[in-house]
């Protein structure tokens, strides 16, 4: 890890910076959820279930490591809201308020982590029982051989459900519910099956059953006007869906003391970290890990960041060279100066701005990872005592 005295304060700038947005996204809402991503065009838009809920650790991280006592106010409010959109069969919504597309699998998932901590916080019986009908609601829908195929994003199967994998198992921690055990198990095994030789994951595209070949005019001309999205951002795999998987693979793996998912996920890990070391990160990939794209993903830039601090905790020395490679790319990616508190602080979709991965857009789960990876590294730098209480999820 960087040792230099210098770099400590400009971590903290760039943390304090990132907070103050994450609070700027939330008021901007009148609900208590977080805006999903402020947009040159549209201004913030509405309040995000899904990553609002994985928001709350963040910000109780911060509670945590800076006693801002407002942070914790301010993951009750999302944690309360989170409630109030529950269905009755203990799914969660997808997509942002006023563009609900119905129960959503990964959605969910990402839900289950907010709604955990809140409850190791609290210790209020609510937090714990909507998460386990949540996750009930989950193993109701998997599949026997540990995928999700249905309520998943465009109706796909995709290997970065190793994040929903991941918080089923910390739920059966806190439940002791073996069916939870069970399907987190289930999806890490049929996950490992995904990995190909060089480590590259098939079906984190989030519309892998298209191959890469891209769309006819038809679903180019709707994904350009009715998202705003280049086709590619739909048949390629982005940095950041990969980094979901393997998070959520490691993660899961470190919990069930299940060498071989380790083992496949580290294989991953790794051959991004020679990638940044040569200073050739890609925002896509491609089998063999071909790049797909000349714009970096700041947000899978920062998810990655998180991974190797996490694997640096078990001292792997190449992981904390990568994250420190990582560290210093995003600082200089990061606009901490503006008058604007809509962009200062904020961390954008591409790098450049017009990139693949939402381009003039800022999106907030791009803030919540930079968040994590900027407070993992200031613990492991200059505040160990704070390692044992962190819950980077």
């Known amino acids: ?18 907070v103050d947005w994450l609070k700027e996204a939330q008021d901007s809402q009148r609900d208590g959820g977080v805006s999903a991503l402020y947009s040159l065009a549209r201004g913030w838009h509405s309040s995000y279930p899904e990553t609002t809920g994985y928001i709350i650790p963040t910000m109780l991280n911060v509670w945590e490591a800076l006693a801002d006592e407002g942070c914790y106010e301010r993951s009750v409010a999302m944690a309360q809201w989170l409630l109030g959109l529950q269905y009755a069969d203990g799914a969660f919504p997808g997509d942002r308020v006023g563009r609900s597309s119905g129960p959503s699998v990964f959605n969910t998932g990402q839900i289950l982590f907010g709604l955990i901590r809140i409850y190791q916080v609290t210790r209020e019986s609510r937090y714990l029982d909507a998460a386990h009908r949540a996750g009930r609601w989950l193993v109701s829908v998997q599949d026997p ?15 970065y459900n190793t994040r929903t994998a991941w918080p089923l198992l910390l739920l059966h921690q806190e439940t002791q519910d073996p069916e939870l055990l069970r399907a987190g198990e289930a999806n890490v095994r049929w996950a490992v099956t995904r990995a190909d030789e ?17 769309y ?14 280049w086709p590619a951002f739909y048949t390629k795999a982005s940095l950041h869906a990969i980094a979901y998987a393997i998070q959520g693979l490691l993660e899961s793996a470190w919990i069930l003391q299940d ?18 070391l040569a200073g050739k990160l890609a925002g896509w ?29 078990r001292h792997d020395e190449r992981a904390s060279a990568a994250a420190d490679a990582a560290l210093r790319f995003l600082c200089d990616s990061q606009n901490i100066r503006s008058t604007n508190p809509a962009i200062r602080g904020a961390l954008a979709g591409s790098r450049p701005f017009y990139g693949l991965y939402h381009p003039f857009r800022y999106p907030n789960w791009a803030a919540k990872f ?23 999820w």
């Open 370 to 392: 930079w968040a994590d990876a900027l407070l993992l590294s200031l613990a492991l730098k200059s505040q160990p005592e704070l390692l044992s209480r962190l819950r980077v």
């Open 198 to 214: 060089t480590g590259f994951f098939s079906h984190c595209a989030f519309d892998p059953q298209d191959n890469g070949h891209g």
């Open 259 to 276: 060498d071989v998912a380790e083992a496949t996920a580290r294989r991953a890990a790794r051959v991004l970290g020679d990638h940044v």
């Open 216 to 229: 006819g005019l038809g679903a180019s001309l709707a994904a350009i006007l009715l998202t705003r999205n």
């Open 1 to 18: 890890m960087i040792q230099l005295e210098s770099e400590i304060p400009r971590l903290q700038d760039h943390l304090s910076a990132t």
């Open 285 to 313: 990939y491609g089998p063999g890990w071909k790049p797909e794209a000349r714009s970096s993903c700041l947000t899978g830039v920062a998810q990655m960041c998180v991974v190797w601090l996490r694997m640096a905790e």
């Open 145 to 159: 051989d540990g995928a999700w195929r249905a309520s998943d994003y465009l109706g796909k199967t995709h290997t």
